[in-house]
């Protein structure tokens, strides 16, 4: 059901792989609720992703970027400013990838190499986005940035690995411009701590699916879905919350505020009679 929350606003959302990703569930919803919106993602994301598919079915246009080069950023948003003749509304950073983990390195052995790259990709993005929209003066008055983390920002998970690391860059990030963006241009800035969600980039990471069941037993509400974050991302753009800025905002089920639940110590329980 549409509530025609985002009728009139425009933006773009970084990150739609394909129909598993968290931003390409937030695209539909946007467009649903009246929203246009341009799509970017990595050059090489787009040739084995289904991005073009999801450009036809909400009549957009897809634009390549490396959001870790700011020309490419740049690029976006001098085409989606032209595109839509003026200034947008909200933006969703989606971003994320850590060669250690697709690489099986282990938090006491990373390749600092890789561990820049990680930090690059999955949060200097961010910085480089908001920057670029500052600069610009790309966004209209009262407008929403979201970008989307992991409870592993503020507790370490097994297997999560450098990317705990960059998502905590991130939420820094999220504080740190968002006081800035919001004083200045009355912008708001927030993160999501979505829970695990089977994504192509969750898929990679070493013990996942162990992971899900695990915080699906400890969430009093089980695990939030990739189509409910994107619900929650759309309240984020509309005008329903706009004094909610430089928060970290858990979509977890319930999880950030668990110790042990009785499904999970269940289950625990049963560990001890196996033979």
């Not at 929350?5 to 968290?22: D, E, V, Y």
């Not at 690059?120 to 970008?147: C, M, P, R, Y």
Request: hydrophobic share 40%; proline share 2%.
């Amino acid at each position: 059901m549409s509530h025609n929350l985002l009728k009139g606003k425009k933006g773009i959302i970084f990150g739609a792989l394909n129909n598993k990703s968290i931003a390409w569930q937030v695209a539909e919803k946007a467009y649903a609720e009246g929203a246009e919106f341009t799509l970017s993602n990595a050059p090489a994301a787009l040739r084995f992703g289904d991005t073009g598919k999801l450009a036809e079915q909400c009549k957009t246009i897809v634009i390549p970027a490396d959001a870790t080069k700011l020309e490419d950023i740049e690029e976006v948003f001098d085409r989606t400013l032209e595109h839509f003749g003026g200034k947008i509304d909200f933006i969703l950073h989606s971003i994320g990838m850590s060669p250690n983990v697709r690489k099986k390195r282990p938090y006491n052995d990373l390749d600092y190499n890789y561990f820049l790259q990680t930090l690059d990709i999955s949060a200097l993005s961010f910085h480089k986005i908001l920057q670029t929209a500052f600069k610009k003066d790309a966004i209209n008055e009262w407008g929403s940035v979201v970008a989307l983390t992991y409870v592993a920002a503020q507790r370490t998970l097994y297997g999560y690995n450098d990317m705990a690391d960059a998502k905590a860059l991130l939420e820094s990030i999220a504080r740190s411009f968002g006081y800035i963006y919001g004083r200045e241009k009355n912008v708001r800035v927030n993160t999501i701590s979505q829970s695990p969600t089977m994504t192509t980039a969750g898929g990679g990471i070493k013990g996942f699916d162990s992971l899900m069941d695990f915080s699906e037993r400890m969430s009093p509400l089980g695990n939030a879905t990739a189509e409910e974050c994107a619900n929650y991302c759309v309240t984020l753009f509309s005008d329903l919350t706009r004094k909610v800025t430089m928060q970290n905002l858990f979509h977890d089920g319930g999880f950030s505020s668990m110790g042990m639940s009785l499904r999970a110590m269940t289950q625990y329980d049963k560990s001890f009679n196996c033979d």
